[in-house]
């Protein structure tokens, strides 16, 4: 799906950047990726650190980070890193190399670590290893710019957006993915699409552009 793009089509990582991108475990296409990157990079220019919610094992997270490296700010990234609920054992989209073979659990920390060492970002990015809420009810700063692309189910999209989007300011961008108007899967569902209906019917934010599933709101105003 096209969109209503504001930011410069021209705006993309190093080859080597993107590469690794592309290499790293996930489930984010290129293009996506690219639409995200751009947003982080328009984000970056506020002064203000960049935040994702569902880290998995970082492949939006490199974007994120070189997107901050650029603009001289951190990048934040928010994950429990025990896996979605798609993500467990006998779902589509698990994968066993997740798993911890001493307590038989995900733990996608590990190779969110290699990542992000591979591509050489670890300094750019602070890793707030918790449950999403609360680590927001924790969080005292201005962002500029939230990722949301945690759980798929209502409660966690509802939360995902109740504890960050509130500390995006003026200016800044809401980023949410797997935003679909029509049910796609059993476990992507609408959570984010009715997530993303919110946002622009609370008046707090106006839709810049989108990418497939991913849609980009600047903040505008207030009533989150």
Not at 160 to 181: M, N, Q, R, T
Request: proline share 5%; net charge negative; hydrophobic share 40%.
């Amino acid at each position: 799906m096209s969109g209503m793009t504001t930011t410069n089509d021209a705006v993309c990582p190093a080859p080597d950047v993107l590469a690794a991108f592309e290499g790293a475990k996930g489930f984010m296409p290129v293009d996506e990726g690219l639409a995200l990157y751009r947003a982080a990079v328009d984000a970056g220019a506020l002064g203000l650190p960049l935040l994702e919610v569902g880290t998995y094992c970082g492949r939006s997270t490199i974007l994120l980070a070189d997107a901050a490296r650029r603009a001289g700010v951190a990048a934040l990234t928010v994950d429990h890193h025990r896996g979605s609920e798609e993500q467990q054992p006998g779902w589509d989209f698990h994968d066993p190399e997740t798993v911890d073979p001493v307590i038989g659990l995900m733990d996608t920390l590990p190779t969110f670590r290699r990542t992000l060492h591979a591509a050489g970002l670890e300094e750019h990015v602070v890793a707030l290893v918790g449950r999403s809420p609360q680590v927001a009810r924790v969080w005292g700063g201005k962002l500029g710019l939230v990722f949301i692309d945690g759980g798929h189910t209502d409660e966690h999209a509802t939360a995902d957006y109740e504890g960050w989007a509130p500390h995006v300011v003026d200016g800044g961008l809401l980023v949410i993915h797997d935003v679909f108007p029509v049910k796609h899967d059993e476990w992507t569902g609408q959570a984010p699409y009715r997530v993303y209906l919110r946002a622009l019917e609370s008046g707090a934010f106006s839709e810049v552009s989108a990418c497939d599933s991913l849609r980009v709101l600047r903040r505008t105003g207030a009533g989150i």
